[in-house]
Each structure stands twice: as C-alpha cells, then as structure tokens.
C-alpha cells in the first residue's frame, strides 16, 4: 500500500514511536492520521486527529473503531515496560504488561478488521528483538512480546483473505523515554519508523530494525545454550 492518501491511526501516539509515526506519516502525505492516547491532552503535534483510546479497554477501542471508520493502515504501537520478572513478579504487573501487548493488539485487530476489508489495508505491530529472547530483569515484557509476535503471525493469516497486509516490526533500544535508563546502544526513533513505514510500502511481512534484532533472529536456529552462556549447563 501507498502512505499517502491513507488513513492512518497511531496508537501511543503522544510520546516516543508513536509521535514518530504521526508526523512521519503526515509527512509522507498521508491524508489523515488519527492519533491516539489515554491521554489525549499530551499528544501535541500539530495536524492530527486527536482520539482518546486504552487499548486494554475493550469499550474504549469499540469507540475509536467507530470514531475512526475510514482507516486504512493501524499501527499497533502503545506499549509499556514494567521491569518485571515472571518467578518472583507480582501476577497483576505481569498480566498488565501481557494486557497490553497482546490483548491490546488483539483488541485492535478485532476491532479494525472490518474496517480494513473495505480497502484491504495493512497493520503494523510494534514488535521487539525481546520477541525472541529472555533477559533477567524483563522476563514478563519478552513473554508478552514473544506473544505479540505469534500473534503477528496468526493474524497475517486470517486477514490474507480480505487483502490486509500485517508487518511485524522488530528492534533492539530506541532512544526513547521508554529507554531512559537504558546505558546501552540505542538507535533513532526515526530511523525505526522509517524503516517500518517502508517497509509497508513494500509489503514485507517482517522487518528488522537494526544489527542487533538480525543477531537475535539469526541465534534461534542454534542451541539455546550457546545464546543463554549465563545458565549452568546440566552436563
């Protein structure tokens, strides 16, 4: 699909990715861009349709579905990071994080789907190299995001019928507040949207960000215990 003259809507849109895809979208000629938040009074760019929306409220993406009946392409990118562990984490904080990135993404798909159908359209899952491994620390955001992922997938195949393109997108750090008070490699926000907004455009089912997500990936064919060098061997 073409960005310009879409119809776009962005969730998260007030800080971070999500800004970066509202104004490069706008940028791109899109005709509209709905951008989305629990918050809506923080989202301040300029030229953009403001919705209030929380994904992990059912009600709440029912009423942006029907506010925003004309999209064509739904970039599924609100996120959270607790910092949560899955053993010795508290249950409610892990099942908020799993609330977000994979029923939120689903509530979304259920909920536009339909709207899609009228153009065919496309959706764009905000992924992470985190779908694809464990770190001490942030074990309930991989889960959640390994979820979001499969989740990816499916539904790339349930909606191939009505001409929908699902592009998952992964990346390492970005510089953004989420990130804050991470120390290592970061890569620029706009540099990953662009790259997931092109690919798009290009209708790639999948595209990896930045050198460090391709290790990640690249790593899933071997054995686990060459990745995971930190777990005593049983051996």
């Known amino acids: 699909m073409k960005i310009s003259g879409s119809t776009a ?34 989202v301040d760019l300029p030229g953009v349709e403001v919705l209030r929306l929380d994904i992990t409220d059912p009600a709440s993406v029912r009423a942006a579905a029907s506010a925003a009946h004309d999209v064509t392409l739904l970039v599924n990118n609100a996120g959270i ?8 984490g508290d249950l409610d904080t892990i099942r908020r994080e799993m609330d977000t990135h994979y029923y939120g993404t689903l509530h979304m798909v259920r909920a536009f789907a339909p709207v899609l159908a009228a ?3 496309a959706i764009l899952n905000v992924l992470s190299a985190m779908s694809w491994f464990a770190y001490d620390g942030a074990n309930a955001y991989g889960a959640a995001k390994a979820a979001q992922w499969s989740l990816t997938n499916g539904i790339r195949l349930e909606l191939a019928a009505q001409g929908t393109l699902v592009t998952g997108l992964h990346l390492g750090a970005a510089d953004t507040d989420m990130m804050a008070d991470y120390e290592g490699e970061k890569v620029d926000p706009a540099e990953v949207v662009r790259a997931g907004l092109d690919g798009i455009e290009a209708g790639r089912f999948e595209v990896v960000v930045d050198d460090w997500s391709a290790h990640i990936k ?5 054995d686990p215990s060459l990745f995971y060098t930190q777990v005593p061997s049983a051996s």
């Open 9 to 42: 809507l962005v969730t998260g849109a007030n800080r971070g990715l999500g800004r970066h895809f509202a104004r490069q979208l706008l940028e791109r000629g899109a005709k509209k861009v709905y951008a989305t938040a629990r918050r809506p009074e923080l």
């Open 81 to 88: 990071s607790t910092g949560t562990n899955l053993v010795t």
């Open 119 to 121: 153009s065919g359209g």
């Open 218 to 222: 690249a790593s899933l064919a071997a």
